[in-house]
């Protein structure tokens, strides 16, 4: 069964500075890996998809790695900013439906 | 606005009560799937569609709980005889099915069982 954890729970830092999310999976035999954004009530705003192939992904201040593996991903944010304070979900797609794990989530607060 | 919805937004109901959330996904996506997520926790599986044919179910998904997507479109899921424990956010995701089967997700449903 395939799990996913995310560390840290949650994240407080000042505007500014950058900082990495982590994501690991237990099984490796994964189609892609995606990061998700949150915000308090709302639906899921996918922030980057990196495919198995792939080794990485960037978009504007964001960067995701994949190391498939060793089972890991992190997504670093440059230059945070109040703006990007969220809940950040990591899920890999796996299985014949091709279904998304989710971790628990990393929610992060920066403080202007 | 060519995004995934889903109707009603937010569900009060009581305990015992039937209810039935509505999926429209991106015209022309033919998975689709639910979530269920609740509070403090990252989404969990339910449920999958491909076209009309529902092909993967969830241990979650218990004989209270029925999806259906009749033409291969929007998608319904009913949850008989709800329970307190029901409450969470229900989560409606589709995809293209091509390259790298990006999933888009809707701004769920809310629902509380009192």
């Known amino acids: 069964k395939q799990e996913v954890t995310q560390i840290p729970a949650a994240l407080s830092v000042p505007e500014g500075e950058n900082l990495v999310l982590n994501c690991s999976f237990t099984?490796?035999?994964?189609?892609?890996l995606q990061w998700f954004r949150q915000d308090p009530g709302k639906g899921l705003t996918s922030l980057l998809l990196?495919?198995?192939?792939?080794r990485e992904q960037t978009s504007g201040r964001l960067n995701a790695s994949l190391d498939k593996s060793s089972g890991r991903s992190t997504l670093y944010i440059a230059a945070s900013q109040p703006g990007d304070s969220a809940t950040y979900l990591c899920?890999?797609?796996?299985?014949?439906?091709?279904?998304?794990?989710f971790g628990s989530g990393t929610q992060l607060t920066v403080l202007p | 606005d060519t995004g995934v919805s889903q109707n009603p937004r937010h569900k009060i109901t009581k305990r015992g009560q039937n209810v039935t959330f509505r999926c429209d996904p991106i015209?022309?996506?033919?998975?689709l799937y639910w979530y269920r997520q609740t509070l403090g926790q990252g989404p969990e599986f339910l449920t999958y569609?491909?076209?009309?044919?529902?092909?993967?179910k969830s241990r979650l998904l218990s004989d209270r709980f029925s999806a259906e997507r009749p033409k291969g479109s929007f998608s319904t899921l009913e949850i008989q005889r709800t329970e307190q424990g029901d409450s969470a956010m229900y989560l409606c995701?589709?995809?293209?099915?091509?390259?790298?089967?990006?999933?888009?997700f809707g701004p769920g449903t809310r629902l509380t069982v009192t």
């Open positions: 990196i495919q198995s192939s792939q």
């Open positions: 995701a589709s995809s293209l099915g091509l390259a790298a089967y990006e999933q888009y």
């Open positions: 015209s022309e996506h033919n998975r």
């Open positions: 899920a890999v797609s796996s299985g014949s439906a091709r279904q998304l794990t």
């Open positions: 099984d490796s035999a994964i189609y892609n």
């Open positions: 569609f491909q076209n009309e044919a529902q092909l993967e």
